[in-house]
């Protein structure tokens, strides 16, 4: 936001617009073609299940205190993480079929046991499964920090609910060793706001509900792990200074991609100034993006960074390196993208 604020300030009569586009990124694992069936199974302790009582429902009395904090461990719920993991897995439509089983595997088992699957009952489970093999969640902390304070920019007291989630998955496969576990770190917040500091607290959800809401978040950002996935991301194009710029936003507004391409083209071969090649450089960067044309597209972004540095144009110079980052990104993912895709033999 910074730069596009100095840039509509500092590029006089030019002016900049944003979009948002969607591309698939890929997974952190890749899988052969030959395992298209999966269960999500809950391995995690039974006594994990969060419970309905004082302490998840009580909130604390902090009246007459300038600041509050405290730190808490918990226990994830099994059943909820499991849930989340395989809607997302279904929802991610890489897999052939995707089998639920959230009750704890071993519920009735009293005697101690190893948290890790036996050969035997991989087998045994993934036959009865019908499935090719095993994603098992078997931990599941929660590190719940709270704390409030005044805050002078809002004149009120403001409380956070801060939770790093830490979630433990492993791969079973039929026949083989079990695969090394999986950590995954990720955080989620709530914020509460008040006049008095306690206000604050109590606007906050009670721990029951951080302990639900945290759960089902692990399960979703752990399915970036097994399946590729959809991101939004910001892009930004100069709208006008000639009519074939004025023209091209007509045409990103009607999602004609060619059209808008060859308007800027035409702009930047007709035009001599640096300050017109540099704008209808930068747009052809986007405009080959939004075709899938990945090179090209940075070859024009490192041409609207050349320009820019002709000109004299700082803003734009930082916009362009953002960019060409951004493209350098894309393209790496795009090559994952499309061999993890292969399965489906068609173009995405």
Not at 50 to 68: A, E, M, S
Not at 116 to 137: G, H, P, R
């Amino acid at each position: 936001m910074l730069i596009w604020v100095s840039l509509v300030l500092l590029c006089g009569c030019q002016s900049i617009d944003q979009l948002s586009i969607d591309y698939l990124l890929p997974a952190e694992m890749s899988f052969p073609n030959q395992l298209r069936k999966v269960a999500v199974v809950n391995n995690m302790p039974a006594e994990a299940d969060i419970t309905l009582d004082r302490h998840f429902t009580d909130k604390p009395n902090v009246n007459n205190r300038t600041q509050y904090r405290k730190t808490q461990y918990l226990l994830g719920d099994g059943k909820i993480v499991t849930e989340a993991l395989a809607q997302a897995l279904a929802d991610g439509d890489y897999f052939d079929t995707v089998i639920i089983c959230d009750s704890a595997l071993w519920a009735d088992n009293r005697e101690e046991r190893d948290q890790t699957l036996t050969q035997e009952e991989v087998n045994t489970l993934a036959n009865q499964l019908d499935v090719d093999f095993l994603i098992a969640i078997e931990h599941l902390e929660l590190r719940v920090e709270q704390h409030a304070s005044p805050d002078p920019y809002f004149g009120m007291f403001v409380a956070n609910t801060d939770v790093k989630v830490s979630p433990t998955v492993r791969i079973y496969l039929p026949q083989q060793s079990p695969r090394t576990a999986i950590n995954k770190v990720d955080s989620i917040f709530w914020q509460g706001f008040g006049q008095e500091i306690n206000e604050a607290v109590h606007d906050l959800p009670n721990l029951q509900r951080v302990a639900k809401e945290a759960s089902a978040y692990a399960g979703e950002f752990v399915a970036k792990t097994f399946v590729p996935y959809w991101q939004t991301a910001n892009r930004y194009y100069f709208t006008n200074g000639s009519i074939g710029m004025r023209d091209a936003v007509v045409a990103v507004k009607e999602d004609n991609w060619d059209e808008a391409v060859r308007l800027w083209q035409k702009t930047f071969d007709e035009n001599k100034s640096v300050k017109k090649k540099m704008y209808a450089s930068f747009n052809l960067a986007l405009g080959y993006e939004m075709l899938e044309n990945i090179d090209e597209a940075i070859s024009w972004a490192t041409k609207a960074h050349q320009y820019a540095q002709q000109a004299s144009q700082p803003d734009v110079m930082q916009l362009a390196v953002t960019y060409l980052q951004q493209l350098s990104d894309r393209k790496q993912s795009y090559a994952n993208v499309k061999m993890q895709m292969q399965r489906f033999e068609e173009e995405f």
